[in-house]
């Protein structure tokens, strides 16, 4: 190979690490239809986006719905499909991307929440608002939260934003707010309600048909903890704010879809009250069924495969197909993990073998990125999860003994991606193909013993 060749391979690595880089944040349908892969998550006859859809669109408002999905499975991408959907029928949709005015990491409750899903309800409408809820917050909260201790200038024309930031970023606001929020909850549900009774009827104003009003409250699943006891406080406060508080979720003329933690689908009695629905990740797999041994699924591969397509046309040009479809299997059919775990760790080893592009399948830079991500997985799980993780991976599915110590446990399975679920008509689950090799030593071992 000459050094023009070498040249002109690495710019096409180069080219294509890119356009992974690129093309990583969530897809407006609007201004990225080009990047979309139709049915990528369901068949076609089973679209749990266009399903609910179709539920929101026949509640008519007032009504909430949660949506789960881990994160990296395109969740974010598919409610940003779910507003054009609605769009499309006649609606007015607002959305609000949550982890802008909440922390991660930081414990909610339903008061502090409500604060600040009216300040982004208030920063979606705009124009529209009969006022901006921070001043109206700031007044009916008074001096109760002693503002200006927290360095925000009331009055200010960027007060709005200061507590925006405090909120997300300053823990001693937070919990100040928590404590006067909570200490007045009913009269800040109260207010809450009347501030979004104002907006609907401003909104509706000036128009000969009312539109349905449907607000999209996205990134709420991504609260977590750091450590083994905050995770388990996150848990509890999460919990306590999407079952015990859901009547308080809901918001006068308009319907509300919440995303949620995936974990909460095991709440037996979420369901009963509030419509959920779940992105699964891409099925890169079947389950075995009893006249087959299931194994990779083509035609999720497929799909995989199309996905980097629409991103960079010339792949092929640094991975052969099989090794894609390596990649793509490990990674259980998470996207985040495909697209950024996967691919770009590949690419940057690629310019060290340039002399053996296409890379095949069971090239040395495929197999040691897989085995770095193994690796990472198998010290993130712990070995008293380990019989938990054996019963899903034999049932294909989580039937769990006691809620109070196994439902924080698959919470953080699910944080951590160690379980995925799947959707082929019924939705099932499995450990993460990482750790397979992990759960079936477990269980090779856990048969010898007497």
Not at 154 to 168: P, Q
Not at 196 to 224: C, H, N, Q, Y
Not at 395 to 402: C, N, Q
């Amino acid at each position: 190979m000459n050094q023009s060749e070498r040249d002109q391979r690495q710019k096409t690595i180069s080219a294509f690490y890119r356009a992974m880089a690129l093309h990583t944040a969530p897809l407006d349908p609007k201004m990225n239809a080009d990047l979309y892969v139709e049915n990528l998550h369901f068949d076609a006859t089973r679209d749990q986006v266009r399903q609910l859809a179709r539920a929101v669109h026949d509640a008519g408002g007032s009504e909430v719905f949660y949506f789960t999905g881990q994160r990296g499975t395109g969740k974010s991408t598919e409610l940003l499909r779910l507003k054009k959907l609605l769009e499309d029928a006649g609606a007015q949709v607002f959305y609000a991307d949550m982890i802008a005015y909440v922390p991660e990491t930081e414990p909610v409750e339903i008061g502090d929440f409500l604060i600040a899903l009216m300040g982004a309800w208030s920063d979606a409408i705009g124009a529209s608002a009969t006022e901006s809820y921070w001043s109206r917050i700031r007044n009916f909260l008074g001096s109760e939260v002693e503002w200006e201790g927290f360095g925000l200038k009331v009055g200010g024309e960027g007060f709005g934003a200061e507590v925006k930031l405090a909120l997300k970023e300053n823990p001693t606001f937070k919990q100040r707010l928590q404590k006067v929020a909570a200490g007045r909850l009913q009269a800040v549900v109260q207010d809450a309600r009347a501030y979004m009774s104002a907006s609907i009827e401003r909104l509706g104003d000036g128009g000969a048909e009312t539109k349905p009003i449907v607000f999209i409250v996205d990134s709420l699943e991504r609260l977590r903890g750091v450590s083994a006891d905050a995770m388990n406080d996150m848990f509890r406060h999460v919990v306590t704010l999407f079952e015990a508080h859901r009547d308080n979720l809901r918001l006068p003329g308009v319907s509300v879809v919440y995303s949620v933690p995936p974990y909460l689908a095991f709440l037996s009695n979420v369901k009963t009250y509030t419509p959920l629905f779940s992105l699964s990740s891409v099925r890169v797999f079947d389950p075995p069924a009893a006249d087959d041994p299931g194994g990779r699924r083509d035609t999720g591969l497929i799909k995989m495969r199309e996905l980097v397509t629409r991103r960079f046309s010339r792949w092929e040009e640094v991975l052969q197909p099989a090794a894609l479809d390596e990649l793509a299997a490990h990674s259980g059919g998470d996207l985040r993990e495909y697209l950024i775990r996967f691919l770009r760790p590949v690419l940057s080893l690629a310019y060290e073998y340039l002399d053996d592009l296409p890379l095949a399948a069971d090239h040395a830079a495929i197999h040691d990125t897989i085995a770095d991500a193994r690796g990472d997985y198998r010290r993130a799980v712990f070995g008293e999860d380990l019989p938990l993780l054996a019963k899903i991976h034999r049932e294909r599915d989580i039937a769990l003994e006691t809620r109070s110590t196994e439902l924080p446990v698959i919470a953080r399975m699910f944080d951590i991606r160690a379980v995925l679920s799947y959707r082929n008509g019924t939705e099932w689950y499995d450990v993460h193909p990482l750790l397979l090799p992990t759960v079936e030593t477990y269980e090779r071992n856990a048969r010898r013993q007497p």
